[in-house]
C-alpha cells in the first residue's frame, strides 16, 4: 500500500540513527523502503545491504541529485502512495494509518508533515514551508504556523495517482526546494488538495542548511526562482514588484548578486514558456502568501 523513499548522500551515520525507527512506522500498513543512494563515498551501501537486506537499494555512480534521483524512484514504486522524507529527520510518531485514511477520505493529493527544528530557538513549534512573494521576489521561508496557502516540508506523503499524471519532478531546476515548490505549485494550479496533517512528531537532527539533505545554494535558488516566476508568474503587479526588486538589487550594488541576475535573466528570456492559454496568474489570494 505504502513506499517509504529516502534519497541519501553520504548519511551513513544518520541511516543508522532512524532506519529502524522508520521501519517500525511502516510495520502497521506493511509498507517497504527504498533507498537511493545519490553517489555515496561513506559505507552507506556495505551497512544497509548487511543490516537491512530487506530494503530496496540502489545507487546512482555519481551524484545526480534528488530530482534526477526521485524520478528514478518512481518508476520503481507500484504502490499507490509515497511517503518521503529527509533522513537527517527522526520520526517518533506518525500514524500512517491515519494519513492514508484522511487521502483516501478527502480525495487528497499529499499531506505536509510539520517537523521540530533541532536548534535553540525557544519558539518550539513543529515547521512548514510557505511560498511568499517578498521583495519582489518569490521565497520559500519555513513558517510555524499552520500555513493557508501553498505548503511543503520534508516529509510528506503523496496520492502517486496524482503525481505520475504531473510528470514527477521538474528536473530543469538547480535546487531542491525551487523544483519541489514547482511540483507543489502544479499540484495546486490542477485544483488538487494539499493538506497539513500536525498529528504527528518529527524532528531534524541537522544544524545545517539544507533541503531533503541536500545544502542550499543561495546562488541556485536565485537563478530558479528567476524561471520560476517566468514560467508561472504573469499578472502585471507581480511584474511591477519584481521590477522594483532589480532595481533596489542595482542600486544596492551587490556584486554576487548582480551577476547573477543579470546571467539568470538573459539564460532564461529563450526558455520556452507554456502557450499563452495555458498560462496560470498569480493573485494574492491563490497560491502565494503576499508578504510585501
Not at 541511516?15 to 511502516?26: A, G, M
Not at 523502503?33 to 559505507?43: A, F, K, N, P
Not at 552507506?44 to 541529485?65: Q, S, W
Not at 526558455?271 to 497560491?287: E, M, R, T
Request: glycine fraction near 2%; charge should be positive.
Amino acid at each position: 500500500m505504502l513506499t517509504f523513499l529516502l534519497i541519501v548522500n553520504n548519511q551513513e551515520t544518520y541511516l543508522k540513527s532512524h532506519l529502524q525507527q522508520y521501519l517500525s512506522i511502516l510495520k502497521p500498513v506493511n509498507g517497504n523502503m527504498i533507498i537511493v543512494d545519490d553517489g555515496s563515498t561513506d559505507s552507506t551501501k556495505e551497512y544497509v545491504e548487511l543490516h537491512f537486506p530487506d530494503i530496496k537499494y540502489t545507487r546512482n555512480n555519481f551524484e545526480a541529485g534528488f530530482q534526477k534521483s526521485f524520478n528514478k524512484a518512481l518508476t520503481i514504486i507500484s504502490t499507490p502512495y509515497l511517503l518521503i522524507s529527509d533522513p537527517h529527520i527522526e520520526i517518533t510518531r506518525l500514524d500512517l494509518n491515519a494519513a492514508i485514511q484522511k487521502i483516501k477520505d478527502q480525495n487528497l493529493t499529499a499531506l505536509t508533515f510539520p517537523c521540530y527544528q533541532n536548534d535553540n530557538s525557544t519558539d518550539k513549534k513543529p515547521e512548514a514551508f510557505t511560498a511568499t512573494f517578498k521583495s519582489g521576489n518569490i521565497q520559500c521561508e519555513p513558517t510555524k504556523k499552520t500555513p493557508t496557502t501553498i505548503h511543503f516540508s520534508e516529509t510528506m506523503l503523496l496520492n502517486l495517482t496524482h503525481l505520475n499524471s504531473l510528470h514527477y519532478l521538474n528536473d530543469i531546476y538547480y535546487s531542491t526546494t525551487i523544483s519541489w515548490l514547482d511540483l507543489i505549485y502544479r499540484y495546486r494550479k490542477h485544483g488538487l488538495a494539499i493538506h497539513y496533517f500536525s498529528d504527528c512528531s518529527l524532528t531534524k537532527k541537522c544544524h545545517e542548511k539544507t533541503f531533503f539533505s541536500y545544502k542550499i545554494n543561495p546562488a541556485n535558488e536565485l537563478k530558479d526562482t528567476i524561471l520560476f516566476q517566468w514560467l508561472h508568474c504573469h499578472s502585471l503587479r507581480f511584474k511591477w514588484l519584481q521590477i522594483n526588486w532589480i532595481i533596489a538589487a542595482c542600486l544596492t550594488f551587490k556584486p554576487k548578486q548582480l551577476v547573477t541576475l543579470i546571467e539568470t535573466s538573459i539564460k532564461w528570456i529563450f526558455h520556452k514558456k507554456p502557450k499563452k492559454n495555458n498560462w496560470f496568474v498569480y493573485k494574492d489570494i491563490d497560491i502565494l502568501a503576499s508578504n510585501t
